[in-house]
Nanobody, 116 residues
Framework: QGQLVESGGGLVQPGGSLRLSCAATGFRFKDYHMNWIRQAPGKGLQWVAD????????QYASFVEGRFTISRDNARSMLFLQMNNLKLEDTAMYYC?????????RGRGTQVTVSP
């Protein structure tokens, strides 16, 4: 089944940056399309970005386009999300998930809080 473990979240001021990481174990990471998704307080899961198996095709939700960058390192079975120019509305629990635009399976998440 495998495991996904997110890290890198924290408290940041508006306009700041964070880099999230997702460590994948227990499955052939390079064979899977991967996603970042998020859940803001009181709201449902929301797709943020996805990347294909070799990292050549990436897509972003309109609300993060130009600010976030998804990438992967298949040799290390790692997924990343570079987040720049963070906004208050980016506050959420961020998860990585496995598969094409899927919410499951996903890790336990890492909290990102954007606050003045």
């Amino acid at each position: 089944q495998g495991q996904l473990v997110e890290s890198g979240g924290g408290l940041v001021q508006p306009g700041g940056s964070l880099r999230l990481s997702c460590a994948a174990t227990g499955f052939r990471f390079k064979d899977y399309h991967m996603n970042w998704i998020r859940q803001a307080p009181g709201k449902g899961l929301q797709w943020v970005a996805d990347i294909d198996q070799d990292g050549s095709i990436v897509q972003y939700a309109s609300f993060v386009e130009g600010r976030f960058t998804i990438s992967r390192d298949n040799a290390r079975s790692m997924l990343f999300l570079q987040m720049n120019n963070l906004k208050l509305e980016d506050t959420a629990m961020y998860y990585c998930s496995r598969g094409l635009r899927t919410f499951d399976p996903r890790g336990r998440g890492t909290q990102v809080t954007v606050s003045p």
